[in-house]
């Protein structure tokens, strides 16, 4: 093949790309060297745009300018069309999802030696839950932003089949393999043969079983755990005195749920939110604490919580205790977190949700446990303890394989790209 295809794993949290030169699916340097990049943005107000840990940089040192992340699981909802202040411009979000892509493209242009054309990118099993039509409208959304960037020839490949494809790319014999693939903004699931002898055909139709996905991840596990430890320090949950009511009343809880959503919290920074929240200040409780908020509202700090809390996330992954640091809010302000009581509660439902979306791929597949030989496990909330114990437990005799928790989606997308663009 003449002419170099790439892969590009666009995530919610972090995202890759690889290039197929040579016979050979590799990562490609998209940061310094670094072959991953956060799928973060920041915009200053001199309009000049940043990414990835340079975006997270120059937000923490406190720039000018607005900072986003996450923004792929707006992809087929209604905010993907709207706009967002940056300074006193207004700034399309398709257009802020391409200016990061095409950041990616550079790299691999450059990597390649030759502007690309041609690219298979990844994609949850559903952008959108229950919903055929939205689903489709986010993957044409995506395409239309994609092309924009350059690329001519565009191709979808659900991201656990690309990581099904990492995998067989290492066998020896036949697997029935079910790829667990828990990323960022969604978790998918596919049931797969997969065999060295088949890897380099084109359809592979026949080989897949069974393909499922929810909108659970990584951002959700986050935003449970802010309003359970976080949200509570800001007011979350508390009351006011309201003008005519016969008894207090709850301070208004989307304050708090879209501050602990990470793609939402750049939608409070205006001076609707700042007048809501000083007229609430005037009735409130305990005020002291809905100060905090507003504290976090007007020095646009929101994203700093969030990265906090995820710190907090990681941390009680390997011990049961930690301080959530929320200094930056007010001085002194540590918060005690541990395993037990907060993060295990946190996530009881997001596994329960998880092992029924398991079960749902094998019954569509019509496969017991029992059946399934291997699993491969990718995406970053497969390294928290309680998630992987929960979806590993009723396959005891399945081989388990880890693989890279960031890297494995986007070296399969190249490969499929590497076959599909012969």
């Known amino acids: ?44 107000d001199d309009s000049t745009r940043s990414f990835g840990r340079a975006a997270v940089k120059a937000y923490t040192r406190g720039d000018d300018g607005r900072f986003m992340r996450a923004l792929k699981s707006i992809l087929g909802t209604d905010l993907a069309r709207e706009t967002t202040r940056v300074g006193t411009r ?28 041609s690219a298979t990118i990844g994609r949850p099993v559903f952008f959108i839950d229950g919903d055929k039509e939205a689903d489709q409208n986010a993957q044409n959304m995506l395409e239309d932003i994609v092309k924009s960037t350059g690329f001519q020839n565009v191709t979808f490949l659900p991201e656990p089949l690309a990581a099904a494809y990492t995998y067989e790319d290492t066998l020896k014999k036949e697997e029935l393999a079910l790829i667990i693939d828990l990323g960022g903004g969604t978790s998918d699931f596919s049931l797969i043969r997969l065999s060295p002898k088949n890897k380099h055909k084109e359809n592979r139709a026949e ?27 800001l007011g979350h949950k508390g009351l006011m005195r309201a003008p005519f009511a016969e008894k ?3 301070i208004a809880p989307w304050l708090f749920f879209t501050l602990a959503t990470w793609p939402k919290i750049h939608t409070l920074y205006n001076q609707k939110t700042v007048r809501l929240v000083e007229d609430t200040l005037n009735h409130a409780l305990e005020p002291d604490k809905l100060e905090r908020y507003l504290n976090v509202l007007e020095d646009e700090s929101g994203h700093t919580l969030a990265m906090k809390v995820e710190e907090t996330k990681i941390a009680l992954s390997a011990s049961d205790a930690h301080h959530l ?30 092992n029924r979306t398991v079960q749902e791929t094998l019954d569509d597949a019509g496969v ?55």
């Not at 995202?15 to 040579?22: E, K, V």
């Not at 207004?90 to 690309?116: C, N, P, R, Y």
């Not at 080989?207 to 320090?233: Q, R, W, Y």
């Open 1 to 44: 093949m003449s002419t170099p295809v790439c892969g590009i794993d666009f995530g919610t949290s972090n995202s890759t790309a690889g290039l197929f030169t040579g016979g050979t699916a590799k990562l490609c340097a998209l940061e310094g060297s670094e072959n991953t990049i956060p799928s973060a943005i920041f915009i200053d």
């Open 90 to 117: 207004q700034v399309a979000f398709t257009d802020i999802l391409a200016s990061f892509i095409g950041d990616i493209k550079s790299h691999v242009d450059a990597q390649a030696g030759q502007e690309l054309t």
């Open 207 to 233: 080989d897949i079983l069974s393909n499922h996905g929810v909108h659970i991840g990584g951002t959700d596990f986050d935003k449970v755990l802010s309003l359970m430890c976080a949200m509570p320090e």
């Open 248 to 250: 207090d009343i709850e």
């Open 325 to 354: 640091d929320m200094n930056f809010v007010e001085k002194g302000l540590n918060v005690p977190v541990s395993n037990s009581q907060h993060l295990k509660p946190s996530l009881m439902d997001s596994c329960e949700a998880l």
């Open 368 to 422: 017991t446990a029992e059946q399934v030989s291997s699993i491969f496990l990718t995406g970053g909330s497969t390294k928290l303890p309680m998630i992987r114990e929960s979806l590993l437990k009723p396959f005891p005799h399945a081989h388990v394989v880890t693989g890279d928790a960031f890297g494995s989606v986007g070296v399969g997308l190249t490969l499929h790209a590497s076959r599909y663009f012969k």
